[in-house]
T-cell receptor, first 110, second 114 residues
């Protein structure tokens, strides 16, 4: 079983819609969580960290559910520029290594 | 604007040739990662270093791949001999080395082995 699993999508949504997707992780010792964004043929870039209490950054909301071992990302009022692959990233306690999911592709159409 | 720098950006080589990829981490970052990305496998961790010492290279095929940090400003990834299945984008990333902090990626080296 992979350490981090994501629904690959694609999620194809109209502008202005809300889109949400999850990521599950297998290691209960995981401690830190992130969402990265990767545009086509570009490097991954940090979108936001995910905190235990959940957090928002503008139109983006991240949630963590430790009991069920998943994190989620919700995008409100989708923009064309939100079209990208969203990578779920997990870091274990006392480990520097970042484990990446395979990514969820989101396409926002006009 | 601090960034991770990778060279070359693109490399086309023939099977059997040696390939060397270089990475300059962000100044002050003491953790360096090498990832490989393909359509089939996604981002795979090949190796990572902390304070120039290799901590984990279990993701790397040892018979042909080697990773080093000759100094704090340079990390290298070598493939010898290269094979067509090595074709991928190789990313270097660096971080501050604190648990639970993010990594910053370079623009990658797109390697094609023919």
């Amino acid at each position: 079983r992979k350490e981090v699993e994501q629904d690959p999508g694609p999620f194809n949504v109209p502008e202005g819609a809300t889109v949400a997707f999850n990521c599950t992780y297998s290691n209960s010792a995981s401690q830190s969580f992130f969402w990265y964004r990767q545009d086509c043929r570009k490097e991954p870039k940090l979108l936001m960290s995910v905190y235990s209490s959940g957090n928002e950054d503008g139109r983006f909301t991240a949630q963590l559910n430790r009991a069920s071992q998943y994190i989620s990302l919700l995008i409100r009022d989708s923009k064309l520029s939100d079209s990208a692959t969203y990578l779920c990233v997990v870091n274990r306690a006392n480990d520097y290594k970042l484990s990446f999911g395979a990514g969820t592709t989101v396409t926002v159409r006009a | 604007d601090a960034r991770v720098t990778q060279t070359p950006r693109h490399k086309v080589t023939e099977m059997g040739q040696e390939v060397t990829m270089r990475c300059q981490p962000i100044l002050g970052h003491n953790t360096v990662f090498w990832y490989r990305q393909t359509m089939m496998q996604g981002l795979e961790l090949l190796a990572y270093f902390r304070n120039r010492a290799p901590l984990d290279d279990s993701g790397m095929p040892k018979d042909r791949f080697s990773a080093e940090m000759p100094d704090a400003t340079l990390a290298t990834l070598k493939i010898q001999p290269s094979e067509p299945r090595d074709s991928a984008v190789y990313f270097c990333a660096s971080g501050t080395g604190s648990f639970g902090t993010e990594a910053f990626f370079g623009q990658g080296t797109r390697l094609t082995v023919v």
